[in-house]
């Protein structure tokens, strides 16, 4: 059974920085392809960044430049760096699994994000 546990959020000022982590727990780590998504009041979520089980990177537009995610496949964790936040980086910040070549995601509780103007 996947668990993915999530932790860093927080409060932070306009500019600021946060760093996200992910611990999954019941997987092959090393096969896993992981993402960051977030979920702001009333709206969908949508996706942060993704990294691939080979180390390859996706960005959404609006964080490139500012996020960067990495992974340890040694230490089962993935890692959201938040570099120059912004008020509309404000949400819930989610880790997902999804297996190579699976279709299934696995989600974690949700860290909160508050950034502040």
């Known amino acids: 059974q996947v668990q993915l546990v999530e932790s860093g959020g927080g409060l932070v000022q306009a500019g600021g920085s946060l760093r996200l982590s992910c611990v999954a727990s019941g997987i092959n780590f090393s096969l896993y392809h992981m993402g960051w998504y977030r979920q702001a009041p009333g709206k969908q979520r949508e996706l942060v960044a993704t990294i691939t089980s080979g180390g390859s990177t996706n960005y959404a537009d609006s964080v490139k430049g500012r996020f960067t995610i990495s992974r340890d496949n040694a230490k089962n964790t993935v890692l959201l760096q938040m570099n120059s936040l912004k008020p509309e980086d404000t949400a819930v910040y989610y880790c997902?699994?999804?297996?190579?070549?699976?279709?299934?995601?696995?989600w974690g509780q949700g860290t909160q994000v508050t950034v502040s103007s």
């Open positions: 997902n699994a999804r297996r190579i070549l699976g279709t299934y995601d696995s």
